[in-house]
């Protein structure tokens, strides 16, 4: 494994005391469960939404998908340039601010075209995130507990989604949909302020010490990246299984709805018999799916993380072999889960693959920090963000969406849907191959 120092003049950070640590890396937890409880809060919308605005599925797919990854890619590298050298909790403080306030425009939408201006403004918003919070992690933590960070900071993904899903279906079901997007966005500029004040910056103060030289251009990152064919090999494992999860995920409410409609229902009035609760159809399904996303989700992320550093302590090629395996066990019981009759087996059999298909944020994540140097780490999470998003956010639910309504001319739409999801049930296990094919070079390329 080749260690290669910083070059001169680059400002060296310390890891954070384990208690400031805990604090900093929460917070952007929790910033990070805001991102994707807006990002995702409307998959179980999407039903609703369709009625009222006359949608196609391909065009929810859209407002899922591609609209919003084109901006949130695009973007997000342009960001991270300027988070390698800026203040970077400044910039995750206004990208928060802005991503709320275009998830509250969502709620004044009237027409396909206004809700798709503001799913635009939510990623334009987001895109300043992930690649500044990566950076910062990677600066809060020491090296051999990177990844492990990167995962509590990647259950924001399951997390999120679990709070989309619930907060969102609940309250669809006594408000309305408009209503869900005024929730779950006016909350984000508390946030935002409260990270712009409270989280630490670990490169003020150290400008003072050294020789200030131009950092590295941004051919001389993408030339660094290129020189690492484990990068590249991750980055395809990596936007292939977020295509599958994307795609999935933006269709499971409707999917439920449309084929296990009866049994939702029979679930549902058992559930408020036994807890008092009354439960409608959407607010059922979104809090079903949103439990076991949520939790079977967050536990596979942060066993990801763990199990990743313990096998990278004596092999570095762990962050690429332990998702590639991940991603082999998620393709059988999910495509059992979408052909079985009975939901109650469905949402258990979900439960499997939701949870394998976790594990690979946290490894990829660490490794890809850990193949450039320091002041390229911002730039390296942006360009395997925009890889991983315009492929697997921008075409997931796109596809899914489009094969869903060419299905259903010939076999009616709770057939569509279900056979779209089962054709891309099977691409976790080609994802897999390319995180096999990282770990082949991964050890010897790791330069930090």
């Given at each position: 494994?080749?260690?290669?120092?910083?070059?001169?003049?680059?400002?060296?950070?310390?890891?954070?005391?384990?208690?400031?640590?805990?604090?900093?890396?929460?917070?952007?937890?929790?910033?990070?469960?805001?991102?994707?409880?807006?990002?995702?809060?409307?998959?179980?919308?999407?039903?609703?939404?369709?009625?009222e605005?006359?949608?196609?599925?391909?065009?929810?797919?859209?407002?899922t998908?591609?609209?919003?990854?084109?901006?949130?890619?695009?973007?997000?590298?342009?960001?991270a340039?300027?988070?390698?050298?800026?203040?970077?909790?400044?910039?995750?403080?206004?990208?928060?601010?802005?991503?709320?306030?275009?998830?509250?425009?969502?709620?004044?939408?009237?027409?396909?075209?206004?809700?798709?201006?503001?799913?635009?403004?939510?990623?334009?918003?987001?895109?300043?995130?992930?690649?500044?919070?990566?950076?910062?992690?990677?600066?809060?933590?020491?090296?051999?507990?990177?990844?492990?960070?990167?995962?509590?900071?990647?259950?924001?993904?399951?997390?999120?989604?679990?709070?989309?899903?619930?907060?969102?279906?609940?309250?669809?079901?006594?408000?309305?949909?408009?209503?869900?997007?005024?929730?779950?966005g006016?909350?984000?500029?508390?946030?935002?302020?409260?990270?712009?004040?409270?989280?630490?910056?670990?490169?003020?103060?150290?400008?003072?010490?050294?020789?200030?030289?131009?950092?590295?251009?941004?051919?001389?990152?993408?030339?660094?990246?290129?020189?690492?064919?484990?990068?590249?090999?991750?980055?395809?494992?990596?936007?292939?299984?977020?295509?599958?999860?994307?795609?999935?995920?933006?269709?499971?409410?409707?999917?439920?709805?449309?084929?296990?409609?009866?049994?939702?229902?029979?679930?549902?009035?058992?559930?408020?018999?036994?807890?008092?609760?009354?439960?409608?159809p959407?607010?059922?399904v979104?809090?079903a799916?949103?439990?076991?996303?949520?939790?079977?989700?967050?536990a596979?992320?942060?066993?990801?993380?763990?199990?990743?550093?313990?096998?990278?302590?004596?092999?570095?090629?762990?962050?690429?072999?332990?998702?590639?395996?991940?991603?082999?066990?998620?393709?059988?019981?999910?495509?059992?889960?979408?052909?079985?009759?009975?939901?109650?087996?469905?949402?258990?059999?979900?439960?499997?693959?939701?949870?394998?298909?976790?594990?690979?944020?946290?490894?990829?994540?660490?490794?890809?920090?850990?193949?450039?140097?320091?002041?390229?780490?911002?730039?390296?999470?942006?360009?395997?963000?925009?890889?991983?998003?315009?492929?697997?956010?921008g075409?997931?639910?796109?596809?899914?969406?489009?094969?869903?309504?060419?299905?259903?001319q010939?076999?009616?739409?709770?057939?569509?849907?279900?056979?779209?999801?089962?054709?891309?049930?099977?691409?976790?296990?080609?994802?897999?191959?390319?995180?096999?094919?990282?770990?082949?070079?991964?050890?010897?390329?790791?330069?930090?």
């Amino acid at each position: 494994m080749a260690i290669a120092s910083p070059p001169p003049g680059i400002p060296v950070t310390q890891p954070l005391a384990p208690s400031a640590r805990r604090y900093a890396v929460g917070m952007l937890l929790v910033i990070y469960i805001f991102n994707f409880l807006d990002r995702q809060i409307v998959n179980i919308l999407a039903e609703p939404i369709k009625i009222e605005l006359g949608l196609a599925d391909w065009q929810l797919g859209m407002l899922t998908g591609l609209a919003f990854a084109l901006f949130y890619t695009v973007l997000g590298i342009p960001i991270a340039r300027y988070a390698e050298k800026a203040d970077r909790v400044k910039i995750i403080s206004v990208a928060v601010g802005v991503w709320s306030l275009f998830t509250v425009m969502c709620g004044f939408a009237t027409n396909f075209v206004q809700l798709l201006l503001a799913r635009i403004g939510v990623g334009v918003g987001e895109a300043g995130c992930s690649p500044p919070a990566h950076s910062l992690i990677t600066d809060y933590t020491p090296k051999e507990e990177r990844a492990s960070a990167l995962a509590i900071y990647s259950m924001g993904i399951p997390l999120g989604s679990l709070a989309g899903m619930v907060l969102g279906g609940l309250i669809a079901d006594a408000y309305g949909w408009r209503i869900a997007f005024f929730v779950a966005g006016a909350p984000g500029i508390i946030l935002a302020v409260m990270a712009f004040l409270t989280l630490p910056e670990p490169r003020r103060g150290l400008e003072k010490k050294v020789v200030p030289v131009k950092g590295p251009s941004f051919s001389d990152a993408i030339t660094e990246l290129q020189s690492k064919k484990s990068f590249w090999w991750i980055s395809i494992g990596a936007a292939l299984s977020a295509m599958v999860g994307y795609g999935h995920i933006a269709f499971y409410g409707s999917f439920y709805l449309r084929n296990h409609g009866e049994g939702l229902t029979a679930m549902a009035a058992s559930v408020n018999e036994m807890i008092g609760v009354s439960f409608g159809p959407i607010g059922f399904v979104g809090t079903a799916l949103g439990l076991i996303i949520g939790i079977c989700g967050a536990a596979g992320t942060f066993l990801g993380g763990v199990l990743a550093d313990r096998a990278a302590r004596t092999n570095v090629s762990g962050y690429a072999t332990v998702p590639a395996v991940a991603g082999l066990v998620t393709v059988v019981p999910f495509i059992a889960a979408m052909l079985v009759d009975n939901v109650g087996l469905s949402f258990v059999l979900l439960a499997i693959p939701v949870f394998a298909g976790a594990i690979w944020y946290g490894p990829i994540f660490a490794s890809a920090q850990s193949l450039v140097h320091p002041q390229t780490r911002a730039t390296a999470a942006a360009v395997l963000l925009f890889i991983i998003n315009l492929v697997g956010l921008g075409l997931g639910p796109l596809l899914v969406g489009t094969f869903s309504d060419i299905f259903a001319q010939t076999m009616g739409v709770a057939e569509g849907i279900r056979w779209s999801m089962v054709v891309f049930g099977g691409v976790g296990g080609i994802a897999s191959i390319a995180f096999f094919l990282a770990a082949r070079t991964l050890k010897d390329e790791v330069v930090a």
